[in-house]
T-cell receptor, first 115, second 113 residues
């Protein structure tokens, strides 16, 4: 079992609300990621971090922001949610392997619905 | 950047039959090719991976083959069981300092009893 946890698992909110999706891992991994998974199954990288105080944007443009103040936490925030943000958000972590390899450990996801 | 194409998008097989999922990639510098399995309501989980210095790798009923010349790799599942039903993703590591994984679009595998 992977030691990576996401909360909430499900969230239904109204347009304009600020939301934060929490992600925590207890494996001491340096690298963490946020993926957006649309109903068509595809996984799109929206943010990643190499370690504390490091955040980078992924391949898919996103209005969300992330922070990495502690190694184990990588929260994602939407300042003003819109229906277009409705999706499943998956957090993952991995050891920082210099050659780009290394297993990704995924959380179970946060399913966000914006009305 | 890297582009990974995965086929088919859906696959139904009878229990006990074999299933094959194929992926192609665009970046000849990619050297790491993992496969992830995502069960309903869960995050993806690594099931097998292969590096570019190996042509084939097997783990019980699962095998992956890699053809670097043609830039394609495949997942083979033999003697399928109902618990194999899930979404399967292939991925390839991209080039450059970031070396992020690029995922394929996923295959929904259904094993019929």
């Amino acid at each position: 079992e992977a030691d990576i946890y996401q909360t909430p698992r499900y969230l239904v909110i109204g347009t304009g609300k600020k939301i934060t999706l929490e992600c925590s891992q207890t494996m001491g991994h340096d690298k963490m990621y946020w993926y957006q998974q649309d109903p068509g199954m595809e996984l799109h990288l929206i943010h990643y971090s190499y370690g504390v105080n490091s955040t980078e944007k992924g391949d898919l443009s996103s209005e969300s922001t992330v922070s990495r103040i502690r190694t184990e936490h990588f929260p994602l925030t939407l300042e003003s949610a819109r229906p277009s943000h409705t999706s499943q958000y998956l957090c993952a972590s991995s050891e920082l392997a210099g050659d780009g390899t290394g297993e990704l450990f995924f959380g179970e996801g946060s399913r966000l619905t914006v009305l | 950047g890297e582009n990974v194409e995965q086929h088919p998008s859906t696959l139904s097989v009878q229990e006990g039959d074999s299933a094959v999922i194929k992926c192609t990639y665009s970046d000849s510098a990619s050297n790491y090719f993992p496969w992830y399995k995502q069960e309903l309501g869960k995050g993806p989980q690594l099931i097998i991976d292969i590096r570019s210095n190996v042509g084939e790798k097997k783990d019980q009923r699962i095998a992956v083959t890699l053809n670097k010349t043609a830039k394609h790799f495949s997942l083979h599942i033999t003697e399928t069981q109902p618990e194999d039903s899930a979404v399967y993703f292939c991925a390839a590591s991209g080039a450059g300092s970031a070396r992020q994984l690029t995922f394929g679009s996923g295959t929904q595998l259904t094993v019929l009893p």
